[in-house]
T-cell receptor
């Protein structure tokens, strides 16, 4: 079955450490996205990529980095520069059919800084 | 990009229809209306989308007014599993999620 996979589901990090969240899709979607969600809040866009080897900052990119070396993969690194990294992170992939943009979301990674 | 306005929360009795409104008065001609929902601690799930005409699928119906300035998502027979946050998004391009409507389906 086609889908989008995020791993791990839960992640604990010590303060000052970088950590990388995995996101893999086999839907053949060109675009991929990373969102952050804090308790009781909506989703905020961190980074997105519309094509391999290209990505753009979203609304809250500071303290995060991404790469897009393969169409299927869009890992997110939470760096030590991110002041408040504890959150629920969601990855999505997307397609475009004329003016219709469809998204599929992964099940998320819950990151806790200890 | 069109801004959307949704009620913060709504209740619905189990088995009844849930009607979730969304205002998008600044929508432009080529922007679609999308509905997603998020059950607690899961990724958002696509429900339905439309441009001008009303749409129906196995999950819901989407009613878009003739002037396209508002729409209503209808869950015809709500169940307890439909309790979630429902997001109405009007966008051409990357989706931006607002606060959504928290729908509580009660027995």
């Amino acid at each position: 079955d086609g889908g989008i996979t995020q791993s791990p589901k839960y992640l604990f990090r010590k303060e000052g450490q970088n950590v990388t969240l995995s996101c893999e899709q086999n839907l053949n979607h060109d675009a991929m996205y990373w969102y952050r969600q804090d308790p009781g809040q909506g989703l905020r866009l961190i980074y997105y990529s519309q094509i391999v080897n290209d990505f753009q900052k979203g609304d809250i990119a500071e303290g995060y980095s991404v790469s897009r070396e393969k169409k299927e993969s869009f890992p997110l690194t939470v760096t030590s520069a991110q002041k408040n990294p504890t959150a629920f992170y969601l990855c999505a992939s997307g397609f475009r059919d004329r003016d219709n943009y469809g998204y599929t979301f992964g099940s998320g990674t819950r990151l806790t800084v200890v | 990009d069109a801004k959307t306005t949704q009620p913060t929360s709504m209740d619905c009795a189990e088995g009844r229809a849930a009607n979730l409104p969304c205002n998008h008065s600044t929508i432009s001609g080529n922007e679609y209306v999308y509905w997603y929902r998020q059950i607690h601690s899961q990724g958002p799930q696509y429900i339905i989308h439309g441009l001008k005409n009303n749409e129906t699928n196995e999950m819901a119906s989407l009613i878009i007014t003739e002037d396209r300035k508002s729409s209503t998502l209808i869950l015809p027979h709500a169940t307890l599993r439909d309790t979630a946050v429902y997001y109405c998004i009007v966008r051409r391009g990357k989706l931006i999620f607002g606060q959504g409507t928290t729908l509580q389906v009660k027995p």
